[in-house]
């Protein structure tokens, strides 16, 4: 599985962006997506998931009312859209694959996702 992500960029606080995270190697509706970010000096968390069809989702407190993750299956692409943006939303932001995922609630551990994008750097300033 290969994922690309865009869409980061430089945003003033309480602006908005939209990340995407394009798939391909296997069938996108098959698994569940997730969003992590990793700022300067810290681990990466998580931020989002969504489940094969978009039933369900989770989010970090964090984020919750803020971001919505979704998902196009017809184009093989994950979202993210970023509202309300805040300077310690400031990351890198990875899109990843959970292949195991079967049903139910999304997973947010990192170690259950299996591949990772590259990465999009999200700056929000003051």
């Known amino acids: 599985v290969q994922l690309q992500a865009s869409g980061g960029g430089l945003v003033q606080a309480g602006g908005s962006l939209r990340l995407s995270c394009a798939a391909s190697?296997?069938?996108?509706?098959?698994?569940?997506m997730g969003w992590f970010r990793q700022a300067p000096g810290k681990e990466r968390e998580f931020v989002a998931a969504?489940?094969?069809?978009?039933?369900?989702?989770n989010y970090a407190s964090s984020v919750k009312g803020r971001f919505t993750i979704s998902r196009e299956n017809a184009k093989n692409t994950v979202y993210l859209q970023m509202n309300s943006l805040k300077p310690e939303d400031t990351a890198v932001y990875y899109c990843?694959?959970?292949?195991?995922?079967?049903?139910?609630?999304?997973?947010?551990?990192?170690?259950?996702?299996?591949?990772w994008g590259q990465g999009t750097l999200v700056t929000v300033s003051s």
């Open positions: 969504i489940s094969r069809y978009g039933s369900y989702s």
């Open positions: 990843a694959v959970d292949l195991t995922y079967t049903d139910g609630a999304v997973r947010t551990s990192s170690y259950e996702y299996d591949y």
């Open positions: 190697g296997r069938t996108f509706s098959s698994y569940a």
